[in-house]
């Protein structure tokens, strides 16, 4: 197996430890939206972004390593993995599949918790929005219609929010 194929599955397995620790994040995110804790979210959001800085250089050094396997095999271009293993002998096509596979298992979890915490979001703002709507309707709501009513209770609205967002 050449260096190339070994660098390449260093660079997978590099990018799999990486997108391990994403999804611990996205975990830990899904208990801080349960749990309402703002500051902690943005702390949580802002390790996410370092993170998908250090993917996205593991991603061009990924790149040119496979550049530099298709320049070794002599092949002008390829669509993805799975087709530069059609060139490749069994022992570095399977060491590639293998740590492939891995990160498209990762990859799944991710996806599938990502939208959990979305759709834990939205109720959150969902929520948020209620109560809001409920707190502006309670203002809004006088003695209009007592037998005491007069123009100033039509006019007095205190409102908490200048303008709803």
Known sequence: MSKSI??????????????????????EKKEIIIQGEVKKLDYITQKEEKLMVTMRKIDQIRNTIVGNILYEI???SIENLSELCEYLDKDAKDKIINSKK???????????INELN????????AY???????????ESAGSTYGQEANENDLNKKSNIFDAKV
């Not at 891995?102 to 996806?111: F, N, S, T, V």
């Not at 948020?128 to 309670?138: A, E, K, M, R, Y």
């Open 74 to 76: 002599k092949v002008e």
């Open 102 to 112: 891995r990160l498209e298992d990762l990859l799944l979890k991710i996806k599938n």
């Open 128 to 138: 948020i929005d209620f109560n809001v709507n409920v707190l502006l309707s309670s």
């Open 6 to 27: 070994e660098q390449l599955v260093m660079a997978i397995e590099k990018e799999c430890e990486i997108y391990e620790k994403y999804f611990k994040l996205a975990e």
């Open 118 to 125: 979305e759709k834990l979001i939205k109720q959150s703002l």
